[in-house]
């Protein structure tokens, strides 16, 4: 990880590693996400965790069986992953925003670790309630055209 300098005193983390750590631990109290995206996405990251030599994080993907994922339809699937799961995807997510990966794996990266983020911003440790799981959605789509003309 380089780390950059500002005004040659302070040392500036660029990809936020704090909130990143943060971010993880909430993923791994979680007992089941569900992520809602194209299954082009998803079998995005089960290559990536299957294809690559074994990493700190791959012991801790473990995708759902097939007939867990729900199909819906336009290419949609839901996907229910553990809170481990998770936070393997997040952690491979900053891994692809490193240095060697490539302006696609840079992009999809960032996007899911936003997305993922976000729905971790309400996560807390539940105590046992039954509160809704957390879902991760990505599916992005194109402003109304009224609030496309707003400046």
């Known amino acids: ?9 302070q040392m500036v983390d660029p990809l936020g590693w704090g909130d990143h750590r943060l971010n993880m631990v909430k993923a791994a109290g979680i007992g089941v996400a569900t992520l809602r ?3 082009d996405t998803w079998a995005y990251f089960v290559e990536k965790f299957t294809s690559t030599p074994r990493g700190r994080n791959d ?5 759902p069986a097939a007939e867990d994922i729900t199909d819906e339809g336009a290419g ?3 996907v229910p992953i553990s809170g481990s799961t998770l936070a393997a995807v997040l952690d491979k997510c900053r891994e692809l925003q490193g240095p060697v990966g490539s302006d696609l794996d840079k992009a999809i990266g960032r996007r899911v ?13 539940s105590g046992g309630d039954r509160s809704a799981a957390p879902a991760i959605v990505l ?4 402003a109304p055209a009224e609030a496309a003309a707003r400046p």
């Open 76 to 78: 949609m699937i839901t």
């Open 1 to 9: 990880m380089d780390w950059f300098r500002r005004n040659d005193e």
């Open 139 to 142: 599916d992005d789509r194109t």
């Open 59 to 63: 012991s801790t993907f473990r995708p």
């Open 113 to 125: 670790e936003a997305a993922i983020s976000q729905a971790l911003r309400h996560v807390v440790p």
């Open 37 to 39: 995206c194209h299954k």
